[in-house]
């Protein structure tokens, strides 16, 4: 009888967090999302990832309607890094690029838009755990299995 390696090939998914105070917002904030989607996981988590952004957390995000607040963007407690990390945040929740509405210049808008690019939001220290929230967004592409090499295993 063959073994059935897709059930095995399933594992509880690991996250790495930045530091304590990440991985404590991350579990007690996740039960106050309206619901337990990739997508809400993965912006908690880069809520979590710095003072800031945690301090700030309900002026970024509705806990209880499951809305962003875009216009957190242009308060004065952001900095350059806390704004990457709402960015990405934002990106993974909406998959898209929600400030950009924000903007009713064209070209306020495509500037807006270029903020999103991989080299702007990537280029800080945070990189790698924005790599960490785009697995917990997409673990089944993100956490490989090689599917045809279980088949043929199998046979």
């Not at 809520?47 to 242009?74: Q, V, W």
Request: hydrophobic share 30%; with cysteine.
């Amino acid at each position: 009888m063959a073994k059935n390696t897709a059930l095995g090939a399933e594992k509880k998914q690991e996250i790495i967090f930045k530091n304590k105070e990440h991985e404590k917002f991350y579990y007690t904030y996740l039960p106050k999302c309206p619901y337990q989607y990739t997508n809400h996981k993965a912006l908690v988590y880069c809520l979590g990832l710095s003072e800031d952004t945690r301090r700030n957390a309900n002026r970024i995000y509705d806990f209880k309607t499951g809305f962003i607040k875009p216009e957190c963007l242009h308060e004065g407690w952001q900095t350059g890094g806390s704004r990457k990390i709402v960015r990405i945040a934002f990106n993974l929740y909406t998959d898209g690029t929600p400030t950009t509405d924000e903007y009713d210049d064209p070209e306020d808008q495509i500037v807006e838009t270029r903020l999103y690019s991989v080299s702007d939001i990537f280029c800080t220290g945070d990189a790698k755990f924005f790599w960490e929230a785009i697995k917990i967004r997409y673990p089944d592409y993100c956490n490989y299995v090689d599917w045809e090499a279980l088949f043929y295993a199998e046979n």
